[in-house]
């Protein structure tokens, strides 16, 4: 009875608490946790959320913080350098679920970043997944005014991009967001830091000269383009610089054949550039080396040529890389203290993401794991429930969905047909390859691809991928069935939305081909029908 009186006298306290400020919030809210755990009492779903934690142990541990004496130890809980997608996470996360003393150090912001610049919101809000996608949406019209003729649109002149209106509004859309990041981590409690962090000990990070101390350091320091040393490589320009560029390219050229080199060639073929992709693979998207650029030179008039092994080709008025990232990891004191890194210069973690060193974490890009921000953000989220909640929390990198947002864009989940085939040995392939319906009447050449992968013992759905027309919001959707394990059965009982292109994924009823290994492990491919 005592103890139902003490909870329902924090409710209240705590719901009215929001009116006062973060310290004396977290002041009452240690007091009442240490109070709770001195006897015995785990009753955290009574308490209303945000200062909610996630299980019976959050309690205990967030006490035992207390009790500890950890606040006169060290000035944070947790000291994130790096406030992107997994840094802002963990730490937004640390201070709100658990009460935990947190802080985060970020370099100022540019669009362009550098070892001194980068700003709140880090590398996806503000050179990657936001202002990519503004563009993509930018480049998507011309199409779109390509496709309205056979629906009856006529224009007496063509429509006319103005490059500097997309520049400038895009970019006061990047600093919207560094405001509006910038106070969600305020409000959530956390200490920001502006500057450059070094660990200097286990527990002790430095920024920019100052030095302050923490019992957990959390790396989220992510990665930066990765571009070959050749002759001529400065005049090229990266992911970076491409989101930003005054005046739009005339003639481009684009290294590598991975996931940015796609969306960029898009982006720009869309915004009429002449576009010119370099791929070494013989796919896209793929690992096979091919071509491989050599040098870049500079004529008089300004115009760039890229040499590569299959010949040389002139006037470009931009060439771009593409050709990967690489972590930040360079002068951050990590070999001095002992944090073990890849030889790409990725911090090794275990499955909790923990570095070599007991204090040290490290989520997202920095340790090359799955590179994405959903990504980052599990890390993030599953790391403070690891170090606050008392209830490790490994995040799972199985069935991550992902897109390519390429024109016509791609999205996947689950495991590729050669994955899947290797993991398995017996799978059947589901395939289906049609022309939508709004290309009948635009007449443009559009295709939907779709594939689906299914366990031929358990019935399984292992992988659905899919190329066409908003296929990574379809694919969003599919990610919670594969995720979920469920069967081609269920696929088959789900009715389907007619007229689009995601009712394909429940109406494949026979498999395009049966691939079974034999005994002696070799694999055989029945293919039962093309389409
Ligand atoms: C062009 C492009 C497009 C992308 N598109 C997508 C997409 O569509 N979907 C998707 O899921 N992912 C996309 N990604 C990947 C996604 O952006 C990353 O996976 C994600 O941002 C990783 O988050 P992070 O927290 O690990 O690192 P980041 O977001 O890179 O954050 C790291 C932060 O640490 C700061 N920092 C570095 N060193 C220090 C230091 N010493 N001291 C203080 N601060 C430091 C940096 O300034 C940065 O702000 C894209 C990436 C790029 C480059
Ligand atoms: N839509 C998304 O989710 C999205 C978009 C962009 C980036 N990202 C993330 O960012 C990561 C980095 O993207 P990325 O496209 O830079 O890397 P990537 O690894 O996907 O592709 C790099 C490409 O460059 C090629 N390459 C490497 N070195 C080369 C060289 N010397 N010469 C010629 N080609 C070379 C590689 O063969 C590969 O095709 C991705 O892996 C992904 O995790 C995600």
């Not at 060193?357 to 429930?385: C, F, K, Q, Y």
Request: aromatic share 6%; with cysteine.
């Amino acid at each position: 009875m005592a103890t139902a009186t003490t909870d329902l006298r924090f409710s209240a306290a705590a719901t009215s608490a929001k009116t006062l400020d973060r310290a004396t919030v977290r002041a009452r809210r240690g007091r009442f946790l240490h109070h709770l755990a001195s006897r015995g009492l785990h009753l955290d779903h009574l308490l209303p959320s945000p200062f909610r934690l996630r299980s019976p142990f959050s309690v205990c541990r967030a006490a035992a913080y207390a009790a500890e004496g950890d606040g006169e130890k060290y000035e944070y809980d947790l000291f994130t350098i790096g406030a992107g997608s997994g840094g802002m996470r963990a730490s937004r996360f640390a201070s709100t679920l658990y009460g935990a003393r947190a802080a985060v150090c970020e370099m100022p912001f540019a669009t362009v970043a550098s070892d001194a610049l980068g700003g709140v919101g880090g590398t996806c809000v503000l050179r990657g997944c936001v202002p990519k996608k503004l563009l993509v949406y930018a480049s998507k019209y011309s199409h779109e005014f390509d496709e309205s003729h056979g629906f009856g649109w006529k224009y007496e002149t063509d429509p006319k991009h103005d490059w500097s209106t997309l520049m400038t509004r895009k970019n006061l859309e990047l600093q919207r967001l560094v405001d509006f990041q910038t106070d969600m981590l305020k409000n959530s409690g956390v200490t920001l830091i502006e500057g450059r962090g070094k660990i200097v000990d286990p527990h002790t990070v430095s920024v920019d000269g100052k030095l302050y101390t923490a019992r957990n350091i959390l790396i989220a320091v992510g990665a930066r383009p990765s571009i070959p040393d050749i002759p001529g490589i400065e005049h090229v320009i990266d992911s970076d610089a491409a989101l930003d560029l005054p005046s739009r390219p005339e003639k481009i050229a684009i290294v590598g054949g991975g996931y940015i080199a796609l969306e960029f060639a898009g982006i720009f073929n869309g915004l009429k550039s002449e576009v010119h992709v370099y791929i070494r693979q013989k796919k896209v998207l793929r690992g096979f080396d091919e071509e491989t650029p050599q040098a870049i030179t500079k004529s008089d008039d300004g115009l760039l040529s890229l040499k590569t092994n299959k010949g040389t080709v002139n006037g470009f008025s931009h060439i771009m890389f593409a050709t990967g990232r690489k972590p930040n990891t360079k002068n951050l004191g990590l070999e001095d203290v002992g944090v073990k890194m890849d030889k790409h210069g990725s911090v090794m973690v275990d499955e909790y993401s923990r570095t070599s060193v007991d204090s040290i974490w490290a989520v997202g890009d920095v340790t090359n794991r799955v590179n994405l921000t959903p990504v980052a953000l599990m890390e993030g989220g599953a790391l403070t429930h690891t170090i606050f909640g008392n209830d490790p929390i490994k995040p799972d990198h199985s069935a991550v969905p992902s897109a390519v947002f390429s024109q016509p864009p791609i999205g996947q989940v689950g495991l590729t047909e050669e994955q899947a085939t290797e993991k398995y040995g017996d799978v059947d392939v589901y395939t289906s390859n049609f022309r939508p319906l709004k290309a009948t009447l635009s007449g443009l050449p559009d295709r939907i691809y779709t594939k689906l992968i299914v366990c031929a013992d358990t019935n399984k759905v292992l992988g659905v991928h899919m190329c066409g027309e908003d296929a990574p919001e379809i694919i969003q959707g599919i990610a919670i069935a594969v995720k979920a394990g469920l069967t081609k059965q269920n696929f088959d009982a789900t009715v389907g939305v007619h007229p689009t292109a995601a009712e394909e994924l429940v109406t494949m009823r026979n498999p395009t081909r049966k691939v079974r290994r034999n005994s002696a492990g070799k694999t055989n491919v029945e293919a039962l029908r093309q389409k």
